[in-house]
């Protein structure tokens, strides 16, 4: 495996420029070899190096397969009114081992003509991972802030994302004076940053990759630690006891 990746090709950023004037099932497919080769390929390469650097830090988000971390080029357009088939940008999530894809947190990159995207959290949590989450935070708000305000990693991140509630649900407002009970408002728990598009075609583009990663990987570890231990907790209590003995 090569230790270094010398950037996406110029093709790359001109494939989805094109793409998003010509979003089109027929477009595509007379340029699909560009996608393949100029696109799909590099990025496999970039994940597979990534998958591989990950060992250091996060050994819980390494893939056996890396080229399956990525997203299809194609668009679940069931429910929505963009009706265009294909993302103008092609991305991967380094989720963990045994935790959902969404569910848990996991690590995100894009790339396309338009940025560099960089995200770390938890995106789609359902209903009992939310609940989960926010017991932790209830239960040790200290630990929960000195992540997601380190001043350190807050200048390279920004602020804690995703969407909220406007006030804290009832069965939360007992914790209204709990120096972390802004967060019990959040659905979703992540960290996202843009950087310019000109840097996918450079060879610093894994390392700067890495660097917001490893920026995340406390707090990432922090939601999974929460999210195992309740699992723990769920099988210990629907384990069958052994019945006591009669004499």
């Known amino acids: 495996m090569s230790t270094r990746f010398p950037g996406f090709p110029r093709q790359m950023p001109t494939f989805f420029k094109s793409l998003e004037k010509n979003n089109q099932r027929e477009w595509f497919a007379t340029h699909k070899e ?4 100029h696109v799909r390929g590099p990025m496999i390469e970039l994940v597979t190096l990534l998958n591989k650097q990950l060992e250091d830090f996060a050994p819980a988000h390494v893939a056996e397969e890396p080229a399956k971390l990525i997203y299809r080029l194609y668009r679940d357009i069931r429910f929505s009114k963009d009706k265009t088939p294909y993302k103008t940008h092609i991305g991967a999530t380094f989720s963990h081992q045994t935790l959902s894809r969404h569910g848990g947190a996991g690590y995100y990159f894009e790339v396309s003509h338009r940025c560099v995207g960089i995200a770390g959290g938890v995106y789609m949590p359902g209903p009992e991972e939310l609940q989960t989450i926010r017991e932790a935070i209830a239960a ?4 929960f802030l000195s992540l997601v305000e380190d001043r350190k990693n807050r200048k390279l991140l920004g602020s804690l994302q995703g ?9 939360w407002q007992s914790q209204a004076e709990n120096p972390a009970a802004e967060y019990l408002k959040f659905k979703q728990y992540y960290w996202y940053a843009e950087l310019p598009a000109s840097l996918a075609l ?3 583009l894994p390392n700067v990759l890495t660097r917001y990663f490893q920026a995340m990987s406390e707090g990432l570890t922090w939601f999974n630690d929460a999210l195992l231990a309740a699992r ?4 210990e209590h629907s384990r069958p006891k052994r019945p006591k003995p009669m004499w």
């Open 140 to 143: 040790d708000p200290k630990r």
């Open 202 to 204: 450079t060879s610093r």
């Open 34 to 37: 560009i996608y393949e080769t």
């Open 232 to 235: 723990r907790r769920e099988e």
């Open 163 to 171: 969407e909220r509630l406007t006030r804290l649900p009832k069965v």
